[in-house]
Nanobody, 124 residues
Framework: QVQLVESGGGLVQAGGSLRLSCAAS????????MGWFRQAPGKEREFVAA????????RYGHSVKGRFTISRDNANNTMVLQMNSLKPEDTAVYSC?????????????????WGQGTQVTVSS
């Protein structure tokens, strides 16, 4: 079992930056592939980024590649999403998730554990 808690969301102007954190419970954090997903009102959940258990491999969604950076600190059971050059279309609830899969799938149902989400709002 893994419990996940996100923090760091908020309101920012277009072009600005935000840093989201995901804190995980448990002693096996490094065994999990971790991911970020987002969901805007009326839209399907969208893959944002994923990182392997060791942190050596990452994968990004097309719409955020080059602007967002995912990282993790296994010693402190945390994962971070650094979001730069934010756009109004990045507005959504962002959730972190944990998967037992080794492959960095961009598919929500391959992730078994989810946080409650944090709101990110980007104003134009």
């Amino acid at each position: 079992q893994v419990q996940l808690v996100e923090s760091g969301g908020g309101l920012v102007q277009a072009g600005g930056s935000l840093r989201l954190s995901c804190a995980a419970s448990g002693r096996t954090f490094s065994r999990y592939t971790m991911g970020w997903f987002r969901q805007a009102p009326g839209k399907e959940r969208e893959f944002v980024a994923a990182i392997s258990g060791s942190g050596d491999s990452t994968r990004y969604g097309h719409s955020v590649k080059g602007r967002f950076t995912i990282s993790r600190d296994n010693a402190n059971n945390t994962m971070v999403l650094q979001m730069n050059s934010l756009k109004p279309e990045d507005t959504a609830v962002y959730s972190c998730a944990a998967s037992s899969e080794v492959i960095l799938f961009p598919i929500p149902n391959t992730y078994s554990f989810w946080g409650q989400g944090t709101q990110v709002t980007v104003s134009s």
